[in-house]
């Protein structure tokens, strides 16, 4: 099947290469704050906000950043919680994800800088109860979700993980 144009400018800006990736879990009244990206080609991917780690700043400064980018949100980072190595070529990131409180803000659909308005990958924002995140098809899923039974689920890993990948041979 032949790329669509955002399947390439994904690959252009984010492939081929490690990147290094901060995530933010927010949870509030029992419901994960969720972002619907667009990958191209028809696929799409649930999964927390959060976003590539910019030269210079630290990771907590990193997250709460993307975080007012894709939401709209001011955020406290609360803990580390774990590492998820994605591998799906041309894609490789080491995605560190933290627990998080909000400290103000309003919820609203943001940007994503690194790209031009033609090819967002942002889509929708909700919040999603366990119930909403098992109702969506697994592979429109981010693979840390693929598997949790609840939201504390989220909370309680600790250490590496790297659910499916795909090796390059």
């Known amino acids: 099947m032949a790329k669509d144009e955002i399947s390439k400018e994904i690959e252009s800006k984010f492939g081929n290469h490690l990147r290094i990736r901060v995530?933010?879990?927010?949870?509030?009244?029992?419901?994960?704050?969720?972002?619907?990206?667009?990958?191209?080609?028809?696929?799409?991917?649930?999964?927390?906000?959060?976003?590539?780690?910019v030269f210079g700043q630290n990771a907590e400064e990193n997250l709460i950043r993307e975080f007012r980018e894709e939401t709209g949100l001011d955020v406290k980072v609360s803990k580390y919680l774990f590492v998820h190595e994605f591998l799906e070529p041309p894609l490789h990131a080491l995605e560190h994800f933290f627990s998080l409180k909000s400290t103000g803000g309003s919820l609203k659909l943001?940007?994503?800088?690194?790209?031009?308005?033609?090819?967002?990958?942002?889509?929708?924002?909700?919040?999603?109860?366990?119930?909403?995140?098992?109702?969506?098809?697994?592979?429109?899923?981010h693979q840390?979700?693929?598997?949790?039974?609840?939201?504390?689920?989220?909370?309680?890993?600790?250490?590496y993980f790297n659910f499916g990948n795909i090796s390059i041979k």
């Open 110 to 141: 943001g940007e994503d800088p690194e790209l031009s308005k033609q090819f967002q990958l942002l889509n929708e924002i909700a919040w999603m109860s366990i119930e909403d995140i098992r109702s969506l098809p697994q592979d429109s899923l």
């Open 23 to 53: 995530n933010g879990i927010l949870i509030e009244d029992n419901k994960l704050l969720m972002v619907k990206h667009l990958m191209g080609n028809g696929r799409i991917l649930w999964s927390v906000p959060g976003g590539g780690m």
């Open 144 to 159: 840390i979700f693929w598997r949790i039974n609840s939201l504390e689920d989220l909370g309680l890993w600790k250490g």
